[in-house]
């Protein structure tokens, strides 16, 4: 399969889009907050600064981000097409992650951009909640994936908690960085000419009209 580059504010459906190209296509999904986030729960020195930077809704150094995502590439799961998630987020990740996987002998594949209007985006991550124990995501804030019960998981009555930095001024300034800092990837992805865009406001419109570029 065509490995796939995500572009797109937070919380615009990456995460959604991911889930069903994993299960219906078996790629492997690498996000690199995942990554920087089990990175930070080692709690080692790297861990706790690492830590501090993603409650922030700062950008993480290059160094820490490659230095993970190398070592995920290597992983026999990513052979058969993965998709990226949250990165690259900066111009100068676009430019370096093309030199790693020119070196790696991986194919640079397509880069995609969702399109999600910025009210929704807001929405999803200020209500965002998410289970405990099975990781379900639900939301209390836009009418869709509402939990039954307050607090508690529809799917196996697990705790509900909020991300640390799910709150209203850590995403204003995530998003904030997402305009200044990965937008300028749309040009350059653009001018090499592996540019798509793909409307992001619900997970049917999304899957269809990325499986038009995958089978093209
Ligand atoms: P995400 O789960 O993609 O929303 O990322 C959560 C946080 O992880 C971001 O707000 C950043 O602090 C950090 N992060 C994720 N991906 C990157 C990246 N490619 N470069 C730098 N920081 C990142």
């Not at 930077?53 to 058969?80: A, P, Y």
């Not at 379900?136 to 019960?149: D, F, I, R």
């Not at 995530?174 to 997970?203: H, Q, V």
């Amino acid at each position: 399969m065509k490995n796939i580059i995500l572009i797109a504010a937070p919380a615009a459906g990456k995460g959604t889009l991911s889930e069903m190209l994993v299960e219906k296509y078996n790629y492997a999904h690498i996000s690199t907050g995942d990554l920087l986030r089990d990175a930070a729960k080692k709690g080692d020195e790297l861990g706790n600064k690492i830590s501090e930077i993603l409650k922030k809704g700062e950008l993480v150094t290059d160094e820490v981000v490659f230095q993970l995502l190398e070592r995920r590439l290597n992983d026999e799961d990513t052979k058969n097409g993965y998709i990226l998630d949250g990165f690259p987020r900066t111009l100068s990740q676009a430019k370096e992650y093309d030199l790693m996987v020119q070196k790696m002998g991986i194919d640079l594949g397509i880069a995609v951009v969702i399109d999600t209007p910025y009210e929704t985006l807001k929405k999803r991550i200020v209500g965002r909640v998410l289970c405990k124990e099975c990781g379900s995501v639900y939301n209390t804030l836009t009418g869709v994936n509402t939990p039954k019960v307050d607090g508690i998981c529809d799917k196996c009555g697990g705790e509900l908690y909020k991300r640390s930095d799910d709150n209203e001024e850590s995403f204003e300034n995530r998003y904030k960085t997402y305009e200044e800092k990965t937008a300028p990837i749309i040009d350059y992805y653009k001018e090499k000419g592996n540019l798509f865009f793909i409307k992001g406001e619900s997970k049917e419109q999304m899957l269809e009209s990325i499986e038009a570029l995958l089978h093209d």
